[in-house]
């Protein structure tokens, strides 16, 4: 098989017959930090520590039945699952590489798509560009393990925080253009809870930058792009 990518806590390869394999840490970390973040800001329903297969089965299934395009799952195992492999390019590599016309077309759908997943009452909490991919003029949704059928508030918040965070380490053109379709794809509610969410932002900026991305010149270029969204926003 080929790695296609080793995260913290998850690893992903393709097989040798095409599909792609994900599989599920049992040190779930994350989660613990997640469930942490949750407290501090008063919601006292915590996820489970193993529970991401099945989360991730049970949102692939929800997000399909109101018109979220998922990658089909084709097997389950206690440890893993099986994906179809989709041809085209994560969100974020796709915006580096397009006009600025097609960042604002992206901005909208992907604005819109989280919208519907809102108003749903459902929650990704985890909204990164890496997270979405796209095929063609399609924009599918990925990683789900986070996923929560019965949103609190602040999950809703997390997927825009994430959103936002990765969007910044694009170039500032492109990103600009990508977060006004955001916004009017989302459309109201956007703006609530705009400047604590620019405070969290700082920080998630710097630690994606630093610990995930690894890459000084990214984590400037997320900072650049904070400190302009920040000047807008005064």
């Known amino acids: 098989m080929t790695e296609l990518q080793r995260g913290i806590t998850n690893f992903v390869w393709e097989r040798e017959d095409g599909k792609i394999v994900k599989y599920f840490s049992k040190y779930r970390w994350n989660i613990i930090l997640l469930n942490i973040f949750k407290f501090f800001f008063m919601d006292f329903r915590p996820q489970g520590l193993r529970d991401g297969i099945e989360r991730e089965v049970e949102a692939k299934d929800k997000l399909s039945k109101i018109g979220v395009k998922v990658p089909l799952i084709t097997e389950k195992e206690e440890d893993y699952i099986v994906m179809e492999k989709l041809e085209g390019s994560d969100l974020e590599s796709f915006l580096e590489n397009s006009k600025p016309y097609r960042c604002f077309e992206k901005g909208l759908e992907k604005g819109s798509q989280l919208r519907k997943i809102h108003d749903n009452n459902f929650s ?20 789900h393990e986070l996923f929560e059928k019965k949103s609190s508030d602040i999950q809703k918040e997390l997927d825009l925080i994430s959103l936002q965070t990765s969007a910044r380490f694009i170039n500032k ?20 809870n705009l400047l604590v969410r620019y405070f969290l932002t700082f920080f998630t900026g710097l630690w994606l930058g630093t610990c995930v991305k690894k890459s000084p010149e990214k984590t400037l270029i997320n900072l650049k792009n904070w400190f302009r969204d920040i000047y807008n926003f005064i």
């Open 173 to 192: 053109i492109n990103y600009g253009s990508f977060i006004k379709g955001v916004k009017e794809g989302y459309g109201e509610g956007f703006r609530k």
């Open 124 to 143: 990704l909490t985890d909204s990164r560009l890496s997270n979405s991919f796209v095929v063609g003029d399609d924009l599918f949704s990925l990683d």
